[in-house]
């Protein structure tokens, strides 16, 4: 096996947490990508990084000072999550009235929302390492978070 093969199958072992990243273009138009490379980078200033593939469509709206929020996910999202995973189902992604459009959208319903400002893009070959200052944070205290492992959910 080759060197890529072996890392994509050592990659597929680890246990995610998955989220929904969601934001308002500057056209007004929303979009909604789902992540799992979602992680904290400091407490103070509270910050958090995320990986997002540049040939995502909502890559290019993810500009510095832009704001955005992760939607922690719940077993109950196992649909959306597909949703918003399936370039085929980019039309359906805000159809539910569990989302919050009034202002960044946000999942009304969701295990964590946190709500971050872009503060630094860094940029690696395939994807964009996106620094976000968190300006807003709840959650739920019963944890019920949706989990992916080796391709599943879990
Ligand atoms: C569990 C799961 C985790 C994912 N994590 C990421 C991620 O961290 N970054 C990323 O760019 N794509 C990730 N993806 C893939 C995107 O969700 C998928 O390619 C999406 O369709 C891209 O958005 P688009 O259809 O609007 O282009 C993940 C997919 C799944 C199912």
Redesign the pocket.
Known sequence: MSLQDNFRKAMRSYV?S?SILSNVSEKNEH?A??????TSVSIDPPSIL????K????HDTIKIGTRFCINLLTKNHEDL??V????KE?KNRFTSDQWDLSGIPFLKDAQANIFCEVDELVEYHT?TIVIGKVFESSNRDTINTLT?VDGSYA
Request: hydrophobic residues 30%; glycine residues 4%; aromatic residues 12%.
């Open positions: 995610y998955v979009h990508i789902t992540v799992s490379s979602v995320v990986c997002i593939n040939s995502a469509g909502i999550s597909n918003c995973s399936s370039y980019e994807h992916y």
